[in-house]
Protein backbone atom coordinates (compact mmCIF):
# COMPACT_ATOMS: atom_id res chain seq x y z
CA UNK A 1 0.00 0.00 0.00
CA UNK A 2 1.62 3.43 -0.80
CA UNK A 3 0.31 6.37 0.30
CA UNK A 4 -0.36 9.33 -1.93
CA UNK A 5 2.12 12.13 -2.86
CA UNK A 6 2.00 15.16 -0.99
CA UNK A 7 2.67 18.25 -2.27
CA UNK A 8 2.25 20.11 1.60
CA UNK A 9 5.66 22.08 2.88
CA UNK A 10 7.67 19.84 5.21
CA UNK A 11 8.36 21.89 8.42
CA UNK A 12 11.24 20.60 10.82
CA UNK A 13 11.49 21.26 14.31
CA UNK A 14 13.05 20.25 17.60
CA UNK A 15 11.74 19.45 20.69
CA UNK A 16 13.43 18.31 23.88
CA UNK A 17 12.84 16.78 26.73
CA UNK A 18 14.11 17.63 30.26
CA UNK A 19 14.51 15.18 32.58
CA UNK A 20 15.34 16.47 35.86
CA UNK A 21 16.90 14.73 38.88
CA UNK A 22 14.03 13.15 39.89
CA UNK A 23 12.84 11.85 36.62
CA UNK A 24 10.10 14.30 35.59
CA UNK A 25 9.57 15.56 32.15
CA UNK A 26 9.53 19.58 31.52
CA UNK A 27 6.10 20.55 29.27
CA UNK A 28 4.88 23.56 28.18
CA UNK A 29 1.62 25.00 27.24
CA UNK A 30 1.58 26.69 24.05
CA UNK A 31 0.20 29.98 24.63
CA UNK A 32 -2.72 32.38 23.47
CA UNK A 33 -1.97 34.32 19.96
CA UNK A 34 -0.14 31.06 18.97
CA UNK A 35 -1.05 28.06 16.44
CA UNK A 36 -2.38 25.01 18.97
CA UNK A 37 -2.90 27.47 21.89
CA UNK A 38 -3.10 25.88 25.08
CA UNK A 39 -1.97 22.48 24.18
CA UNK A 40 1.08 21.00 25.87
CA UNK A 41 4.33 20.15 24.53
CA UNK A 42 7.75 19.32 24.66
CA UNK A 43 10.03 22.72 24.39
CA UNK A 44 11.92 23.95 21.23
CA UNK A 45 10.97 25.53 17.54
CA UNK A 46 11.88 25.06 14.14
CA UNK A 47 15.21 24.70 13.29
CA UNK A 48 16.76 27.97 11.18
CA UNK A 49 18.67 27.63 8.13
CA UNK A 50 22.13 26.88 8.59
CA UNK A 51 21.13 25.29 12.08
CA UNK A 52 21.68 21.72 13.01
CA UNK A 53 18.78 20.30 15.56
CA UNK A 54 20.96 20.05 18.22
CA UNK A 55 21.84 23.99 18.12
CA UNK A 56 18.18 24.83 17.20
CA UNK A 57 17.23 23.18 20.23
CA UNK A 58 19.88 24.92 22.49
CA UNK A 59 18.82 28.52 20.95
CA UNK A 60 15.40 27.41 22.07
CA UNK A 61 16.21 25.91 25.12
CA UNK A 62 17.55 29.75 26.02
CA UNK A 63 15.27 31.84 23.95
CA UNK A 64 12.35 30.09 26.15
CA UNK A 65 13.76 28.95 29.21
CA UNK A 66 16.53 31.13 29.95
CA UNK A 67 18.99 28.31 29.97
CA UNK A 68 21.88 26.52 28.66
CA UNK A 69 22.53 23.49 27.52
CA UNK A 70 25.62 21.94 25.36
CA UNK A 71 25.30 19.40 22.20
CA UNK A 72 26.60 16.85 24.45
CA UNK A 73 24.37 16.81 26.85
CA UNK A 74 21.57 16.48 24.08
CA UNK A 75 21.22 12.19 23.48
CA UNK A 76 18.71 11.99 20.48
CA UNK A 77 15.39 9.57 21.16
CA UNK A 78 13.33 9.41 18.78
CA UNK A 79 10.81 11.36 16.00
CA UNK A 80 7.96 11.91 14.99
CA UNK A 81 6.60 12.23 11.74
CA UNK A 82 2.90 13.90 11.53
CA UNK A 83 0.80 14.75 8.49
CA UNK A 84 -0.97 18.18 9.57
CA UNK A 85 -3.65 19.77 7.19
CA UNK A 86 -1.46 22.64 5.58
CA UNK A 87 2.22 20.84 6.29
CA UNK A 88 4.10 17.66 7.29
CA UNK A 89 5.95 18.10 10.38
CA UNK A 90 8.93 16.41 11.05
CA UNK A 91 10.32 16.84 14.71
CA UNK A 92 13.49 15.22 16.36
CA UNK A 93 13.26 14.66 20.04
CA UNK A 94 16.26 15.00 22.47
CA UNK A 95 16.83 14.16 26.07
CA UNK A 96 18.27 16.39 28.34
CA UNK A 97 19.15 16.08 31.41
CA UNK A 98 21.99 18.59 31.86
CA UNK A 99 22.02 22.38 31.66
CA UNK A 100 22.42 25.87 33.56
CA UNK A 101 20.67 28.41 34.72
CA UNK A 102 17.08 28.55 36.26
CA UNK A 103 14.49 27.90 34.35
CA UNK A 104 12.39 30.68 33.33
CA UNK A 105 9.22 31.20 31.39
CA UNK A 106 10.61 33.64 28.96
CA UNK A 107 7.29 33.26 27.06
CA UNK A 108 4.91 33.71 29.51
CA UNK A 109 3.69 29.70 29.13
CA UNK A 110 2.81 27.59 31.29
CA UNK A 111 5.27 25.31 32.62
CA UNK A 112 5.14 21.73 34.67
CA UNK A 113 7.57 18.88 35.42
CA UNK A 114 5.26 15.77 34.95
CA UNK A 115 6.31 11.52 35.77
CA UNK A 116 6.23 10.26 32.02
CA UNK A 117 3.65 8.14 33.46
CA UNK A 118 1.15 10.86 33.75
CA UNK A 119 2.00 12.53 30.72
CA UNK A 120 -0.52 11.50 28.48
CA UNK A 121 -3.08 13.28 31.33
CA UNK A 122 -2.23 16.41 28.99
CA UNK A 123 -3.70 17.43 26.26
CA UNK A 124 -0.63 17.64 23.22
CA UNK A 125 -0.78 18.25 19.55
CA UNK A 126 -0.98 15.19 17.80
CA UNK A 127 2.61 14.98 16.64
CA UNK A 128 3.59 15.01 20.20
CA UNK A 129 1.93 12.32 21.40
CA UNK A 130 3.34 8.94 19.76
CA UNK A 131 6.95 10.67 21.54
CA UNK A 132 5.06 10.07 24.63
CA UNK A 133 5.08 6.57 24.66
CA UNK A 134 9.02 6.61 23.90
CA UNK A 135 9.77 8.86 27.06
CA UNK A 136 7.57 6.62 29.09
CA UNK A 137 9.21 3.59 28.04
CA UNK A 138 12.73 5.18 27.99
CA UNK A 139 12.56 6.95 31.17
Not at 29 to 36: F, H, I, W
Not at 72 to 97: D, G, K
Not at 98 to 103: A, L, V
Request: aromatic share 8%; charged share 30%.
Amino acid sequence: MTEKSSKKPLVIVVAGALVDADGRVLITRRPNGKEMAGLWEFPGGKIEKGETPEQALIRELKEELNIETKGTCLAPLSFASHQYENFHLLMPLFICRRWWGDILALESQEMRWVWPKKLREFDMPPADEPLVSMLRDFL
